[in-house]
């Protein structure tokens, strides 16, 4: 009766479906130099440590990790400051084992979307170290000739352009696993762009597009998604960028009518950034209203753009204030793309633009402010 009994549990088990939600990841780490091991969570971009343990003598460890979906999650394995990314889902038993740096030479098994990001996280390790034992040439013990100079400016070229290539052939050909949009965003030091600023989008759409079919509950597919709608936005306001010395925009006012930066073109003007919601509006705008009144009648202009996405608190700023100049605001706040259009990465900021077109000065205020419009505007 016993054994009939465990069968029946058995076989509902099969026929419902149920999938462990729980993760095992262990392994050996050799010649390390720390013994405490972390288990490191990313969500939302950002990593939480939700476990740690320390090393045997014989360099094992072991993590168990509760209620893990279906879809794959992010997790790193981190010692003496190096992390080994995971991609793991409900049911795994994962191994993770390496000798020497855990970076370099680690090997994992039991996940197929780990061992992808391995197999990439070698192609892009190694490119970085290339490059950066070809940087170092530039600043050796000895002074290099100008024909020196230009061979190693060939040589990393040549190394850059393959592992672009390298990393973008692997995006294409696991377009459909995660692993794929974890390489989407893997950038060298001081690098924006995976290609350029033109054909990123391509490779973001082609990720997404696979990723809706294999995974489509995933939560990196609306983050995916959110950032080819950031792609748009910007290739659509760089495409109404005209023949201009200053990049040209077109935003909403608080009644919905477009106004372009261009139509200013003749008069001296300040392109403003700057948020409502950062709380500094009274004095900034104080400032400004100041400047504005002296200079006004001159022929001076303000285009004040509002980095915000409540639009009742900046309309309500806009009027409060009594704003008498150009206010437009998209709504977008930290993702609209006219930031990047002027490479704007703090509030306020601010450009002032001649009568030719000409952008004369960048972030000026108060009496320097003053000064310069005294000599524009004679």
């Not at 601010?350 to 960048?362: C, E, F």
Request: charged residues 25%; glycine residues 8%.
């Amino acid at each position: 009766m016993k054994k009939i009994l465990l069968a029946f549990v058995f076989a509902a088990a099969v026929l419902c479906g149920c999938k462990s939600t729980k993760v095992r990841i262990s392994g050996r780490l050799l010649g390390l130099n720390g013994r405490q091991v972390y288990l490191e969570q990313i969500s939302g971009g950002k990593g939480r440590i939700i476990d740690s343990v320390q090393l045997d003598d014989a360099g094992a460890y072991r993590f168990q990790v509760e209620d893990v979906g279906s879809t794959p999650s992010l997790y790193n394995i981190v010692c003496n400051g190096e992390r080994v990314p995971l991609l793991l889902v409900g049911g795994d038993k994962v191994t993770v084992n390496t000798v020497g740096s855990l970076v370099r030479n680690y090997t994992v098994s039991g996940s197929e979307e780990s061992e992808l990001l391995r197999e990439f996280n070698k192609i892009f390790i190694e490119g970085m170290e290339r490059l950066g034992s070809i940087l170092e040439g530039f600043s050796g013990p000895r002074a290099i000739t100008e024909e020196d100079r230009e061979a190693l400016m060939t040589e990393y070229s040549k190394e850059y352009r393959r592992v672009k290539q390298a990393q973008i052939s692997f995006i294409l050909s696991h377009q459909n696993n995660i692993a794929a949009i974890y390489a989407l965003y893997q950038r060298f030091p001081g690098e924006k762009y995976l290609y350029d600023s033109k054909n990123d989008i391509i490779y973001y759409r082609v990720v997404a597009d696979a990723i809706e079919k294999s995974y489509p509950d995933s939560p990196f597919l609306p983050m995916l998604r959110s950032e080819i709608a950031r792609m748009d936005a910007r290739r659509t306001l760089m495409s109404r960028i005209s023949e201009e010395d200053f990049p040209d925009i077109s935003l909403p006012d608080m009644y919905g009518t477009e106004q372009r930066l261009s139509d200013l073109k003749g008069k001296t003007f300040l392109l403003m950034f700057w948020s409502a919601e950062a709380g500094n509006a009274n004095s900034i705008n104080a400032d400004l209203k100041h400047i504005y009144d002296r200079f006004a009648d001159k022929g001076f202009e303000i285009y004040q753009v509002g980095i915000d996405t409540s639009k009742a608190l900046w309309v309500n700023t806009v009027q409060e204030q009594h704003l008498p100049w150009i206010s437009v605001c998209d709504l977008r706040g930290a993702n609209s793309p006219v930031l990047g259009v002027y490479n704007v990465s703090e509030l306020p900021a601010s450009y002032l633009i001649d009568t030719n077109g000409n952008i004369v000065a960048k972030n000026i205020y108060g009496e320097q402010l003053a000064a310069a419009l005294t000599e524009l505007v004679k």
